[in-house]
């Protein structure tokens, strides 16, 4: 869901592209890109069976009212039929994820109506899908869904055709739910061929065929180094920074007024080399620190 500032750092080492697992967030947003393996995510979560999807975006940016919060989705997808899907990957159990959801669903309805429109059955139906590598609830299951019900006629819905699925990684009731759901909670904690049954749903194999193109790819290999360059020379950089304005501060703030400036200080190198279209400049200042102050002397930064 909200991504942390370390995208791709876990526990204070890089991992390996090839050692990556889609619960890895560079991995997931990779593997999304293509619309084949949203549609299998989507099936293999739910147990439906959707004939195509229309549209959809990864990373997609949905704006509150200036001063209020927006969000941010791993991706959201519309099949053939006007049924939205709002699919995220949480990994640690941080934040209070049923009134994020809740959150999410507001957000995401308001779009569909237009201003002035009269009444509300241009919603969409939406499924709102929360993949857990925890258990969110305790209760040893693979899957909490849940649907507004009528408290007193329990069989009674409410009809906003709303669902929200909260999938755990840690279940153990293998009896209560589809093996096609299993095996893939499984391979997304470990998405190699040790993570694949012999025996599993074709499209958890083509899914695992993908994930295996993006481990062995040479440019997405070079796009993560890039990340992962960056991402270091940023600490670096904020790191240096934030141990002068520590003297005088005190360590920890410091530390962090650091990180923020030594950031600041080269997205706006990068977007003053972006508006000159000076493409190489930006590519040699992320690998060079001599030249990167050159730069900085360059434009005052």
Known sequence: MERTENLIMQEDRWKPLKEMNLTDDFLFDVATAELENCKTIIELSTGLRLKSL????????????PGKRGIRMDFVAE????????????????GNIPKRTRFYQALMDAPMLKSGEKGFDKLKPLFIIVIC???????????YTFENRCKEQPDLLLGDEVTKLF???????????????VDFL????????????????????????????????????VEYMKMEERERLVKEEATERGLREGRIRGREEGRIEGERIGEERLANLLMKLSKQNRQEDSIKALEDLEYRKKLYEEFGV
């Open 133 to 143: 590598d925890y258990d969110p609830y305790g209760m040893k299951k693979y899957c």
């Open 79 to 94: 099949s053939e039929d006007g049924r939205v899907f709002d699919v995220e990957m949480q990994n640690r159990k941080e």
């Open 186 to 221: 499984h391979y997304i904690t470990e998405s190699n061929e040790h993570g694949l049954p012999e025996e599993c749903d074709e499209r958890l194999r083509r899914l695992h065929e993908s994930i295996q193109e993006i481990k062995t790819s040479t440019s997405v290999e």
């Open 54 to 65: 229309k549209w959809k975006e990864g990373q997609k940016v949905i704006h509150n009212i």
């Open 167 to 181: 999938l755990s990684t840690k279940g153990e009731n293998e009896d209560e739910v589809s093996k096609e759901l």
